[in-house]
């Protein structure tokens, strides 16, 4: 990524180890890798990892065919290479030769348990620990490179739900919904979709994570649209909830309500605020309207390089709100056999105040065919 300044990066991570005393940090492909090296790249069987001696420099330990893209896309010039057909394990342990004696060592927690295990062979003596504390204490508060990306992303995630909004009539499958939400989502630039979306139609949207399947969308029916992109490694992530046809007074009310608890949590998410007040002012007005058993998550969730992060905001999360963090509110009331709505917002606090980054209007919409 252009503008990032991953030697600052490091530096900050470095204060964090020296703080809790870790050694030693060893990232795996992913969203902590992306953040502090500059590579992308999903999981696999070949071990590659990133190791940050909190005494040394930082190197890569990478497959051979990684090799000339790690240093295109990277910051870090130590990189060693292995190759198909070589002993792995050995050759982590050859790069870890002077490693030997450290004591705290911190893996990523989306290591695999084969990766782990070459790591324990490797650093015998030492006490392996989670990394997950540290690396979510660096990523919560957004840098202003992270903040512009989090931005065009949403705007492009705007002109996908515009667009699927538009296409979205009676007749049509779910299934055909989640395809066109796919198709809006790369036209608008996305690299590819955050997660498999939801097109949840009539008695479908009372369960908040049903994907889609082939139920036929009906007049009358509450259509729950969430979906999100990914954007230089950073995820979108918004909901919307329209009626098709017509929507009918309980329809309304319960519509009318998460979106009142919507409006009420954004105005009540400010830089100091607990996390978990946010999350009370949401669930006290869907409580005072009668809704209370059925709003059954947490209300938001922060996002980044992940689609779920912290900061979390949710009941017992006494962490204040701080400039730079970014987090949905997403209030939903979920009526089984009937309905759901859910209308998901990402914020950014901003001035002491969260501001949305998804611009894509709230009102109550019925869309006529
Ligand atoms: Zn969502
Ligand atoms: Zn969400």
Not at 155 to 160: G, I
Not at 232 to 256: I, M, N, P, S
Not at 283 to 288: A, C, K, L, P
Not at 302 to 331: C, D, Q, T, W
Request: one cysteine or more.
């Amino acid at each position: 990524m252009e503008n990032v300044d991953y030697p600052g990066r490091w530096k900050r991570c470095r204060a964090f180890m020296e703080a809790q005393d870790i050694d030693l940090l060893a990232l795996t492909p992913g969203p902590n890798m992306t953040y502090m090296t500059g590579f992308l790249e999903t999981p696999g069987e070949r071990l590659l990892t990133a190791l940050f001696p909190r005494d040394g420099e930082p190197r890569m330990v990478v497959p051979a065919l990684y090799e000339e893209q790690v240093h295109r896309e990277g910051w870090i010039g130590d990189v060693r290479a292995w190759k198909d057909g070589d002993d792995q394990a050995a050759f982590l342990l050859e790069q870890m030769s002077d490693a030997a004696g450290l004591v705290n060592v911190a893996l990523d927690t989306r290591m695999w348990a084969r990766f782990v295990l070459m790591f324990h062979r490797a650093l015998p003596g030492a006490l392996l620990q989670d990394a997950e504390g540290l690396m979510q204490e660096l990523r919560i508060v957004k840098g202003p490179e992270e903040i512009s990306i989090l931005r065009r992303a949403h705007e492009a995630t705007d002109r996908a739900m515009a667009a699927v909004v538009e296409s979205l009539e009676e007749g049509q499958v779910e299934r055909d919904v989640a395809n066109t939400i796919r198709n809006a989502l790369m036209a608008a630039g996305a690299d590819a979709a955050s997660f498999r979306p939801i097109a949840a139609s009539g008695p479908n949207g009372s369960q908040p994570h049903y994907r889609f399947g082939d139920r036929v969308l009906r007049r009358g029916d509450a259509v729950v649209l969430d979906f999100g992109g990914m954007f230089a490694g950073y995820y979108t992530d918004v909901t919307r909830t329209v009626f098709l046809g017509k929507a009918d007074d309980t329809q309304r009310k319960v519509y009318e309500l998460v979106k009142e608890a919507n409006e009420r949590a954004v105005d009540a998410a400010r830089a100091g605020t607990p996390a978990e007040e946010v999350d009370r002012e949401a669930r006290r007005v869907i409580t005072d309207g009668g809704y209370g058993d059925h709003f059954i998550h947490r209300t938001g969730h922060g996002i980044g390089l992940e689609v779920h992060e912290e900061p979390y905001i949710v009941e017992g999360s006494k962490r204040p709100l701080e400039e730079g963090m970014a987090f949905s509110v997403e209030p939903g009331i979920y009526l089984p056999d009937r309905f759901g709505v859910r209308i998901e917002n990402i914020v950014l606090v901003e001035d002491g105040r969260a501001r949305r980054l998804d611009r894509y209007p709230r009102d109550l919409q019925v869309i006529s065919s």
